[in-house]
């Protein structure tokens, strides 16, 4: 079964930074989107940023300069790098794949994490 993992959300100052990662792991073949959305309470699902395997990326506007996406295709792992966060980017974050799990197959499912949350003090 396919599994994301995130790691690195916490408490921060406004004006600070966070790192966050998402491991995906369980029988992939290969992966093609992986991305980060955020809900804040009270709001819907958004996305963030995404990063295909060929490394396209594209980004919130109001992130834009702020947050860096990569990944690392060796290790089925996505990274978020927030800068000069805000209090308004307090929120839940929650990686997002598009796997390939066989390769005989031409088929990708979309898998989402638990969730990780990001909480910005002003």
């Known amino acids: 079964q396919v599994q994301l993992v995130e790691f690195g959300g916490g408490l921060v100052q406004a004006g600070g930074s966070l790192r966050l990662s998402c491991a995906a792991s369980g029988g992939i073949f290969g992966i093609n989107f992986m991305g980060w959305y955020r809900q804040a309470p009270g709001k819907q699902r958004e996305l963030v940023a995404s990063i295909t395997s060929g490394g396209n990326q594209n980004y919130e506007d109001s992130v834009k300069g702020r947050f860096t996406i990569s990944r690392d295709n060796a290790k089925n792992t996505v990274y978020l790098q927030m800068n000069s966060l805000k209090p308004e980017d307090t929120a839940v974050y929650y990686c997002?794949?598009?796997?390939?799990?066989?390769?005989?197959?031409?088929?990708?499912?979309?898998?989402w994490g638990q969730g990780t949350q990001v909480t910005v003090s002003s």
């Open positions: 997002n794949a598009d796997v390939k799990k066989y390769e005989w197959s031409s088929r990708f499912s979309n898998y």
